[in-house]
């Protein structure tokens, strides 16, 4: 059965940082693109940032670049986001996704003015 489980969440001020984990298990996906996604009360689930299978390329969504990082360690079946310069617009649960059909259980990130 495959489970991907977030962790690193919780409450932050205003340009502090925060580390989101995301292990997977049940099955390894070193072979596919991971994503992180996030959902503001009141507002449709957005794509954050992807990283290819060998972790090579990325890519962000505007609202991030530049304070974001995603990465990947395949070995650990583990994809990660380091969420640099937070605001208060960046509070959303956090979703990580694999192979467009795989989503973690999502993990509350609120950033305080």
């Known amino acids: 059965q495959v489970q991907l489980v977030e962790s690193g969440g919780g409450l932050v001020q205003a340009g502090g940082s925060l580390r989101l984990s995301c292990a997977a298990s049940?099955?390894?996906?070193?072979?596919?693109?991971m994503s992180w996604f996030r959902q503001a009360p009141g507002k449709e689930r957005e794509f954050v940032a992807g990283?290819?299978?060998?972790?090579?390329?990325?890519n962000y969504a505007d609202s991030v670049k530049g304070r974001f990082t995603i990465s990947r360690e395949n070995a650990k079946n583990t994809v990660y986001l380091q969420m640099n310069s937070l605001k208060p617009e960046d509070t959303a649960v956090y979703y990580c996704?694999?192979?467009?059909?795989?989503w973690g259980q999502g993990i509350q990130v609120t950033v305080s003015s």
């Open positions: 990283i290819s299978a060998s972790g090579s390329s990325t």
């Open positions: 996704r694999v192979m467009n059909t795989y």
């Open positions: 049940g099955r390894s996906f070193s072979n596919y693109a």
